[in-house]
């Protein structure tokens, strides 16, 4: 019989088969699967497996089927291996608040080039829009401009923007990725009320949110809505990409890429950067760049200290 990985915690692991949930070990041999070299967990939420059931309702995980993708990250380490966070998703929701804690587009972009490496649409949905102004919003709307991630704007308490959101999600598996507090489990419970997930308030000491989400779960919905709720992420590790392939994941570059001067090109201090030329033109964002150069400085450090 087929199921549905929907929660992991250490070497247990929830499957949905119709209407139930079975609680699952994984056969001894898939411990050392194929992708043992690359990945720290062989299971993932979102895993599409074969599964046994014994006489006692407990089941083994016998296969693992092929994904379709997988979001991951990578810290570093010379010997780290990639943490898979979910597997076979049609797009990553990343959530970010205006206030409490504020935005922070760096990470934004860490997550965003983390799915475009992966081929995983990445939606960003911005929470407590009833506190943000004009200019907070305008700014967030040209940063992202020719980045090729889609904005949704939204308020957990006043329920604006979440029509928009839900016209987004039906009939797909959804990741939901972001900092505690920004408003991950209270805009589920926005638009599923009878969800009635717990939730907790932001520090007044730190302005950090308190993590409500301890595992990654997935949680099944009408229509065909499969929503992977994640534990709240502070930072996020690109430590698998190249430094030189970094700028493949920026949409805002695809124009101009291929009118550098030099092959490869790292958009960063090559005298005929075509990227370089169309920042200054202000045809690329320049605080985007910014924060593409951040991550590519971070990059060449890391792979500089295994050398």
């Given at each position: 019989m087929t199921g549905v990985v929907v929660k992991a915690f250490g070497r247990y692991y929830d499957v949905a088969w119709k209407n139930t949930r079975i609680r699952c070990t994984l056969r001894g041999k898939l411990r050392t699967h194929r992708d043992r070299e690359r990945f720290s967990n062989p299971v993932a939420v979102g895993d599409l497996v074969t599964l046994e059931i014994g006489g006692d309702g407990t089941g083994t995980i016998s296969h693992i089927h092929e994904r379709k993708n997988v979001f991951s990250r990578k810290e570093r380490g010379r010997n780290r291996k990639e943490d898979v966070i979910a597997a076979n998703l049609d797009q990553v929701i990343i959530i970010q608040s205006f206030y409490r804690p504020r935005l922070n587009l760096r990470f934004v972009d860490r997550l965003a080039v983390r799915g475009k490496k992966d081929g995983i649409p990445v939606l960003l949905c911005l929470n407590k829009v009833d506190l943000a102004d004009g200019e907070d919003i305008e700014f967030v709307k040209d940063y992202f401009s020719r980045s090729g991630i889609d904005l949704v704007f939204t308020s957990a308490i006043s329920g604006e923007g979440l029509d928009g959101l839900r016209g987004k999600i039906g009939g797909k598996t959804s990741l939901l990725a972001g900092h505690s507090g920004a408003g991950k489990t209270s805009i589920l419970n926005a638009v599923f009320p009878h969800l009635d997930l717990p939730v907790a308030d932001v520090s007044e000491k730190t302005g950090k949110g308190r993590h409500t989400t301890t595992n990654v779960e997935m949680i099944v919905l009408e229509g065909d809505i499969r929503m992977?709720?994640?534990?709240?992420?502070?930072?996020?590790?690109?430590?698998?990409?190249?430094?030189?392939?970094?700028?493949?994941?920026?949409?805002?570059?695809?124009?101009?890429?291929?009118?550098?001067?030099?092959?490869?090109?790292?958009?960063?201090?090559?005298?005929?950067?075509?990227?370089?030329?169309?920042?200054?033109?202000?045809?690329?964002?320049?605080?985007?760049?910014?924060?593409?150069?951040?991550?590519?400085?971070?990059?060449?450090?890391?792979?500089?200290?295994?050398?």
């Open positions: 992977i709720d994640t534990p709240g992420m502070r930072e996020f590790g690109l430590m698998d990409i190249e430094p030189y392939r970094l700028g493949d994941y920026f949409a805002d570059f695809d124009r101009y890429r291929d009118k550098c001067g030099f092959k490869p090109c790292s958009h960063d201090h090559e005298p005929t950067c075509e990227v370089r030329r169309q920042v200054e033109k202000g045809k690329i964002n320049e605080e985007r760049y910014m924060s593409y150069l951040h991550i590519l400085e971070s990059l060449k450090e890391y792979y500089g200290s295994l050398y």
